[in-house]
């Protein structure tokens, strides 16, 4: 059988906070916003210090089940100077001895009778349980974040050639699908545009200049042309604020569809949030960390359709049919915006949600549903179309719809309905 071949970037978990060497003390930002000062038990000042990464890391896996190698590879350190909500972070040096080197490993890998291979990946906080100062270095709204070579382009220029419109002067996203050939997560909890590469949209998703918050190759990273809107898998020892303790261990499945050839090649970086506590030392981090410590970002997004889409029906009665469930950390609708992005970009339409009409808690509508792209497409009606669908977040403390802090992303088929001038 052939090997699939995994890489697997394993992102700072929350290493800002916790000094280097193994040392039982945490770190907090400097001035500068590089260099650290270490507290004692007591939350005094007594050195410099510096920040520690969770890793990055080379996988490989058998195509056929049969094997599953985890090789440490890089680590890297450094701080955002000005976050507007806590931190993102990601990890660019090698890991070799401190604070672990196997943080990360694969188990249970097999194939499934449609061919799909299952994959366990577990995530161990590098940091011991041991006093409460190690508490400091707890993270949240952990992700693990699965980036293939990618081929569907929105907009799809050979869709846009083939409906007689003009090719679209750039694309907006590139993600993979098993409908190109592509590998594919086919149990994602979501998607995220954080550390894609070749993507110059939304630079405030992530800090410039810095590698700990952008997309990072590696020497041996494998797979060309990535996605930029990647498939993620969330990790959380605690519901409680999905903390990620320390001195725990976390477990998900992936299921993943391999390529139409050759094998499976991938990036994956661990995201993690973090922002310095307002109680040291850090007795209870569900209380000692500020709201900040959370992602922005919703910790759920999904989206449901409850009946086919009449394109001939007025606009809210097309938007009712499409549900956002969300949920969002001491955030509320108010500080939404959402847009939807069609298969050919002809319609990217935008704007705020409201609770659902029809729907249940953490339900929302856009109270319009734009469908545009397939009415230039006739064979695609009735028919099923992808769509990117997109909450942007925003300081509910800063006037509204200024700079976004957060945005997450979900892709669904939406199914729509003949064009038939019937309603």
Known sequence: MRP????????????????QGGADVPVTPGPDGHVGTT???GGQAVRGGGYVNWGFYRLEIGRDGSYAHVIPHRMASTLWEYPLWGYHLNAVKLLE???????????NVHVLPNGDVSVDVSIRHPWPA???????????????IIMFPASQYFPDNELRAEAGL????TWFQRYSTHDKGDAELMNPDGWTTIWAPDL???????GEGFPIFEYYRGKMASGEELGTINAFKRFYSN???????????????????????????????IYAHWAEPVTTPVVNPAVDFPREANSPMPYEFW?????????DAPAPERGRHIHWHIKTWDIGYADWLNTKVDLLYVCCGGGDLYPHPDGEPDDYWAMDFCFEGPVYYPSGLPGEWPYIFKVEIFDPDEPAYGLPIGTDYYIAEVALGALDGEW
């Open 239 to 269: 519901e409680n604020r999905h903390m990620f303790e320390v001195g725990e261990t976390v477990t998900r499945t992936y299921i993943i569809r391999p390529p139409a050839q050759g094998p499976i090649e991938a990036s994956y970086a």
């Open 200 to 206: 110059e949209w939304y630079g405030y998703e992530v």
């Open 39 to 41: 507290l004692d038990s």
């Open 303 to 311: 989206i449901t359709q409850d009946g086919i889409i009449d394109p």
């Open 4 to 19: 699939l071949s995994i890489i697997i970037i394993a992102v700072l978990f929350v290493s800002i906070g916790c000094a």
């Open 166 to 169: 003009e090719p679209w002067h």
């Open 97 to 107: 001895t401190a604070p672990c080197t196997d943080c990360l490993r694969l188990g």
């Open 130 to 144: 041991l006093p409460t100062v190690n508490r400091y270095c707890t993270g949240f709204d952990v992700r693990g």
